[in-house]
């Protein structure tokens, strides 16, 4: 069993990111799933988020816990230097076990600066465990290997991927959730004026959240083959990504990236358009429920990984698929 505290409870952390005053879909479902797994009665659940909030932003949480609040204007945008520190000194004030993050851009930066400000075990990239068992399951060498970490630190921070959301309801989990602001800075800490935030505009839900991916390869044959799959997204509802290759020809930014040198995904629908399937991109896909695969190599290995597969020209297949959902889909 995972050790807890001295007093055999645990106490969990949940970092919950805000974006613009509003909580990140990725920690709301964190926070779930965490209220889903402690213990009623027994274990303690805190999240903390850093910034100002826009009216109404915590009513998506459900369950009993405190949110600790560091409102300072200038924590909005923060770097990871301070964030952690706050962190830190939060978690041994509250005398937390398991700190939890969402495995986005930024929950990425935070983790490891966390975890040496606070001398925790870090566990990322679990397939299988993470805060809910005692082992970490985690691919290494583009998946051709699961091993598994023990956390031998008393603290713990686990590096969460997206999972299926935990639904709750105000009568069966009633929201109780108190409200704590976190003491200010010291006024004699200065933050760095060199560290910028560079935001990228998108309209479409980043693909580390996503629950339904359209992703492109080489095989689009250019930027304007993925205009196809922007028509296929935004019919389903999902986010378009790329393969390494496709990014390394300029076609999409990089923040869409797939794979071992990008970002990993668990969505629960993965459409590989054109992709070949190399280790490298087939490794951050690992946690998909269901692939669909459109090539025309019929032994692309991306079909050796694929649930569903359709052999044939990719610029011939999407247009067909794309007219029958655009019948179909309405009528639903």
């Known amino acids: 069993m995972q050790e807890r505290g001295g007093n055999g409870m645990a106490a969990y952390l949940v970092f919950l990111e805000q974006r613009d005053g509003i909580l990140a879909e990725a920690s709301v479902n964190l926070w779930h799933r965490v209220q889903h797994h402690a213990v009623p009665g027994a274990d303690r659940v805190s999240g903390f988020v850093a910034g100002p909030l826009r009216p109404g932003a915590l009513e998506p949480l459900f369950g009993a816990g405190v949110v600790h609040h560091a409102a300072e204007e200038r924590l909005a945008r923060s770097s990871e230097t301070t964030l952690s520190r706050l962190l830190a000194a939060l978690a041994a004030r509250e005398a937390i076990t398991d700190i939890v993050i969402a495995s986005t851009s930024a929950g990425k930066r935070l983790a490891p600066c966390l975890a040496q400000a606070t001398g925790a075990s870090l566990l990322s990239g679990c397939v299988a465990g993470g805060f809910q068992e005692p082992v970490c399951r985690r691919p290494i060498h583009c998946g051709s290997i699961l091993v598994a970490c023990v956390p031998e630190a008393p603290v713990r921070i686990y590096l969460q991927d997206r999972l299926p959301q935990v639904l709750f309801t105000g009568t069966e989990h009633p929201r109780s959730v108190a409200f704590d602001i976190v003491p200010h800075l010291d006024a004699d800490e200065k933050m760095n004026p060199a560290v910028r ?44 990504g790329a393969s390494r ?4 020809e300029g076609w999409r930014p990089h923040g869409d990236q797939i794979g071992q ?10 459409i590989a358009a054109g992709i070949s399937g190399a280790l490298q991109h087939l490794a951050g896909l690992s946690a998909a ?18 649930d569903y597969g359709i052999v044939g020209d990719v610029l011939a297949v999407l247009p067909r698929l794309i007219d029958v959902l655009g019948d179909v889909l309405p009528k639903k």
């Open 245 to 248: 290759s496709a990014v390394d």
């Open 289 to 306: 429920r269901t692939i669909v695969a459109i090539n025309a190599d019929p032994d692309a290995p991306v079909f050796g990984v694929a």
């Open 197 to 240: 935030s560079i935001t990228e505009i998108s309209r479409q839900r980043d693909i580390s959240e996503a629950g339904i991916i359209v992703a492109g390869g080489r095989g689009m044959g250019g930027p304007e083959g993925f205009l196809l799959l922007e028509k296929l997204a935004a019919l389903l509802g999902g986010s378009v």
């Open 261 to 270: 040198t990008g970002k990993s995904v668990s969505p629960d629908l993965y």
